[in-house]
């Protein structure tokens, strides 16, 4: 009796380490905020499925696609399908989305004027240099009747793009992590809102003109087309898009973020 006792408590025993080193790693790249918040909270999750994930933090747009690419990571979650198409078409990648998350409703800043209507002629506008971010910024820009492009829905547009400039707006082309550190150096500053919150801002109250929760520039789940239908990624897909993160979304970004699902 003590001897099948002993045998079975073996027995489980090894089950576990079994299970435990069967444990896959998943390893996938995110911004600081909200991305990477988001990713820690279904840790836990996702070690009940057996997939331990790690995250590695970025503050650029660039690396995280290139090293998914190039396979050094698995995945990435930071972007929106306008960046993700502008990125394959300038680097040669094939990157896939996977699922979309939240949106970020992207809005502009000021520390010197309270309301565009302050905005004086030859004001300096610091917006995203990246292909769809800038064209993001614009077309904000001109639904907050500032400008306008020459195409409205251009996605890619740049400041060529423009149209008319009744203001005679100056824009002032930056990587999108920088523009926050450049907000008291110009009149009006346009933000993504990741780095918006990494920066202190709150959208939903500080930003003077904003993305409506229409906005199609959903922020998606990314691998590649080798990988993106694999168990691990689609069990991260599912815990993406739970009710668990659904309710820490809204709760903690009190729309700044807003789910996509």
């Known amino acids: 009796m003590k001897k099948s006792l002993l045998t079975a408590a073996l027995a489980a025993a090894l089950s576990l380490t079994g299970v435990a080193q069967a444990a896959e790693k998943l390893i996938v790249a995110a911004t600081p905020v909200p991305h990477a918040e988001i990713l820690e909270l ?37 972007q929106t399908l306008p960046y993700l198409k502008s990125f394959n078409e300038g680097k040669g990648t094939h990157l896939e989305t ?17 309301n565009l209507s302050e905005l004086k002629e030859g004001a300096t506008v610091a917006i995203p240099n990246e292909g769809s971010n ?14 306008t492009l020459k195409d409205p829905k251009n996605a890619l547009a740049t400041p060529k793009d423009i149209a008319e400039n009744p203001k005679k707006l100056k824009f002032k082309e930056l990587e999108s992590a920088m523009l926050p550190r450049v907000l008291d150096q110009v009149d009006l500053d346009m933000i993504n809102t990741n780095y918006a919150l990494e920066a202190g801002l709150n959208p939903a109250k500080d930003a003077l003109v904003i993305e409506g929760a229409d906005s199609p520039y959903v922020n998606f789940l990314v691998a ?24 820490f979304i809204e709760k903690k970004y009190s729309g700044a973020v807003l789910p996509a699902f």
Request: aromatic residues 6%.
């Open 42 to 78: 279904i840790k836990p999750t996702l070690a009940k499925e057996g997939i331990d994930l790690q995250i590695k933090v970025f503050t650029d747009y660039v690396q995280p696609n290139v090293q998914v690419d190039q396979k050094r990571l698995d995945a990435n979650y930071f």
């Open 98 to 114: 996977v699922i979309g998350v939240h949106v970020e409703p992207f809005g502009g800043y000021s520390k010197k004027i309270k």
């Open 134 to 147: 800038s064209g993001r910024a614009l077309i904000l820009l001109q639904k907050a009747g500032l400008i």
């Open 224 to 247: 590649r087309p080798d990988n993106k239908d694999s168990e691990a990624i689609q069990k991260l897909a599912k815990a993406l898009t739970s009710p668990e993160v659904k309710a």
